[in-house]
């Protein structure tokens, strides 16, 4: 019996892995990898598992000391070449989830939190959001217990841009007045 889908040997989940980390904007870990790459029901973890230290001794793909990989030059001459013989609906599939990637990865860079403990039981969480440019906000707020110094960590990590909008909008709001 034929197996369907695009993946039927290990040269087809080598071809995937290199089209995904030519567009990958950040070096990826094995599971990251394998979420992007999954696209087929024919792949399993166990390629991905296979395939990278495989490609790693090829010199398609370098191992950096984190556990996360990034694609070699020749890696990337060898994905120009290999690219096409992608199915249509696995690679528009691959590009969707590597473009989700490149965003979340961009967007966590750009926004960070920090809890530092008194030596009362409040925290302080030191909030900020950042651009290409620079620092667009830094906030420091107190929080009377660690539970609540971690929810707004992880509400500001989800919100941090309609905060930092809802300052500006509040602080400019009135500035024809002054």
Do not use: W
């Not at 010199?59 to 060898?78: M, Q, S, V």
């Amino acid at each position: 019996m034929q197996r369907l889908g695009f993946i039927h040997d290990m040269m087809d989940v080598k071809v995937l892995i290199l089209f995904v980390m030519a567009r990958a904007s950040y070096p990826m870990t094995t599971q990251e990898i394998y979420e992007i790459c999954y696209q087929d029901e024919c792949l399993s973890y166990f390629d991905i598992c296979t395939a990278i230290p495989e490609m790693v001794q090829s010199g398609h793909l370098l191992a950096l000391p984190d556990e996360k990989y990034e694609i070699t030059e020749k890696g990337r001459r060898n994905e120009e070449l290999t690219a096409d013989s992608i199915a249509f609906s696995v690679k528009q599939r691959a590009e969707n989830a590597i473009a989700r990637f490149n965003r979340q990865i961009r967007r966590s860079s750009l926004v960070s939190t920090e809890i530092i403990s008194s030596e009362k039981e409040e925290c302080t969480v030191v909030m900020s959001l950042s651009d290409e440019m620079g620092s667009l906000m830094t906030l420091h707020l107190t929080a009377p217990d660690r539970r609540q110094a971690l929810r707004l960590s992880k509400l500001f990590e989800q919100k941090a841009e309609d905060v930092y909008s809802l300052v500006m909008t509040e602080l400019l709001d009135g500035e024809d007045e002054i």
